[in-house]
Nanobody
Framework: QVQLVESGGGSVQAGGSLALSCAASESTANMAWFRQAPGKEREGVAYDALGDKQYTSSMQDRFTISRDNAKNTVSLQMNSLKPEDTAMYYC?????????????????WGQGIQVTVSS
């Protein structure tokens, strides 16, 4: 069982920046970020699969995913935040390499961390 613990997040005004971090209990091929706004389905933000990165198109110009393989951590730098970015953000992982941002491909999840962007 891979354990994931998110940190960072919080509240910021529109146009501001936030950074999220996630620490994994072991090394995995994929690490990813997802988010879920109230009343909406969980959606993919970005993944890093052994260095291959992919973003949801609406976020790729504002968000950056990065990994520290030595520390088994993944970070998400979020810039130019908008009120519609308000959501619970989740870190996710899968042991086996796959180029995927499908939530059903990720068996391991963190508890989530709240990001609130005010206008």
């Amino acid at each position: 069982q891979v354990q994931l613990v998110e940190s960072g997040g919080g509240s910021v005004q529109a146009g501001g920046s936030l950074a999220l971090s996630c620490a994994a209990s072991e090394s995995t091929a994929n690490m990813a970020w997802f988010r879920q706004a109230p009343g909406k389905e969980r959606e993919g933000v970005a993944y890093d699969a052994l260095g291959d990165k992919q973003y949801t198109s609406s976020m790729q110009d504002r968000f950056t995913i990065s990994r520290d393989n030595a520390k088994n951590t993944v970070s998400l730098q979020m810039n130019s935040l908008k009120p519609e970015d308000t959501a619970m953000y989740y870190c996710a992982a899968r042991r086996i390499f796959k180029l995927t941002l499908d939530r059903y491909d990720y068996p391991y999840w963190g508890q989530g961390i709240q990001v609130t962007v005010s206008s």
